[in-house]
């Protein structure tokens, strides 16, 4: 029986090792959670400081405190356990 070129078994081993790697690849690429071919946008949120007037329930721009106060007055820190 003459040899014809490649074998029925070579062409189906062939396409199975083919299926294989793609599987590999993109088994690959799912696992590493990248996109292929595209750069991943920075997402950034800038948190600014809250003024505490402008979020408070106070009418004046202002606060009204003593120049100085009697420190008789301030209750001790409570201890610890």
């Known amino acids: 029986m003459p040899e014809s070129g490649v074998q ?6 062939n396409a199975f090792a083919t299926i294989l790697l793609i599987g590999l690849l993109a088994i ?3 696992i590493s959670g990248k996109q292929f071919g595209s750069q991943p946008m920075a997402r950034m949120v ?3 400081p809250v003024d505490p007037l402008k979020t408070a329930a106070f009418e004046k721009k202002y606060l009204d405190l003593p120049t100085n106060f009697d420190v008789g007055l301030v209750q001790p820190r409570p201890a610890g356990r």
Not at 8 to 13: F, K, P, S, V
């Open 8 to 13: 029925i078994g070579e062409i189906i081993a």
């Open 46 to 48: 800038i948190i600014l």
């Open 28 to 30: 690959m690429f799912l």
